[in-house]
């Protein structure tokens, strides 16, 4: 898949980065016969390798542990494919190339924030032409939980009407399964606005949508602090939006692409839509990972809930037992 030749290819360019700015050469010694000695050179020489590799990504170009966690795991594939595939014998070394994992927090929309940029039309009126286009594309991805791939290259086709019913069929780019959502009225409405003989929605680079969905989040309001962290080899550190003076990240900072994706599925399970209905619409396996933490965020959010009414419960409890003292 291009997703994948692309992320290779970083790599590849890490690696020649490495190479060319620290003066190492990268030589892969292929045994003719055990050798003892020969062993403990290569040994030493990868030992040595994965520590200078790994304080190049992290210190000269400052990357975050899932940037080179994932490079690692490029390279422990392409030893197991010399290995596996063309039968080499260059030893077992690259499985001590660890690679580290970051949990990086999944920014989502309250469902009073969603409700807003559906409904309220004083809101709407006060956006310019160009994040009109964009609130709606955002609107769209937080109802579907398409991926953005997928969402943006929707065609006239992916649209179907069924006994009154509109519905929208995709294919995922990614996991090449079908989808069949059923829509809502707002929805239906965007896409008809929008329905051309190319494409269900207007056309943004990445880039400049990612720039505009700030831009909309920061109209609506979304200002408050939001203190991002990221990780290093395990370890959390806050990032600032201005390092020099300290200035945090506000959670309109936070707004991209993927928080479409994401709002909609913590939405259904938040509005307790079973597991299974929203993996459905998701598209994720049963045992995916990256599902699970929605589901976390959401019994999070269902836990607050119910603290609230208890808590509420509790003061009517003690309003009325004080009416007896």
């Known amino acids: 898949m291009k997703g994948s030749v692309v992320k290779l290819d970083a790599t590849y360019k890490a690696l020649k980065g490495f190479s060319d700015f620290k003066g190492y050469p990268l030589k892969i010694k292929v045994f003719k016969r055990t050798n003892a000695r020969e062993a403990q050179s290569q040994k030493t020489y990868w030992n040595r390798f994965y520590q200078k590799f790994s304080d190049y990504l992290y210190n000269d170009l400052d990357c975050y542990d899932n940037y080179a966690g994932s490079v690692m795991k490029d390279l422990r ?114 896409f008809l606005k929008y329905k051309n003989k190319k494409r269900l929605l207007p056309f943004f680079n990445l880039v400049a949508l990612n720039l505009y969905l700030k831009r909309l989040s920061e109209k609506a309001g979304w200002i408050e602090e939001k203190i991002k962290t990221r990780q290093k080899r395990g370890i959390a550190m806050v990032v600032y939006k201005d390092k020099l003076k300290k200035i945090h990240y506000r959670f309109c900072d936070h707004i991209t692409t993927h928080t479409m994706r994401r709002t909609a599925i913590t939405t259904m399970l938040r509005l307790q839509m079973p597991e299974h209905l929203v993996r ?40 009325n037992n004080s009416k007896f003292v």
Request: aromatic share 12%; charged share 25%; glycine share 2%.
């Open 280 to 319: 459905k619409i998701s598209g994720h396996t049963a045992g995916s990972v990256e599902f699970h933490k929605y589901v976390a965020i959401s019994q999070n959010y269902l836990d607050t809930e119910t603290d609230k009414v208890f808590e509420k419960l509790n003061a009517m409890h003690s309003k």
């Open 77 to 190: 594939s392409f030893f197991n494919y010399l290995i596996v595939e063309k039968n080499m014998m260059i030893g077992n070394f690259h499985k001590k190339f660890y690679a580290y994992k970051e949990d990086i927090e999944i920014v989502t929309l309250q469902p009073d924030q969603l409700n807003f940029l559906i409904y309220n039309k004083i809101f709407e009126d006060l956006l310019s032409p160009t994040l009109l286009k964009v609130k709606d594309i955002f609107v769209v991805g937080c109802t579907v939980a398409l991926r953005y791939s997928d969402l943006i290259n929707l065609k006239p086709s992916n649209l179907e009407k069924e006994n009154n019913q509109w519905y929208l069929k995709v294919q995922s780019k990614k996991t090449q399964t079908y989808t069949r959502i059923k829509l809502p009225v707002y929805a239906v409405q965007i």
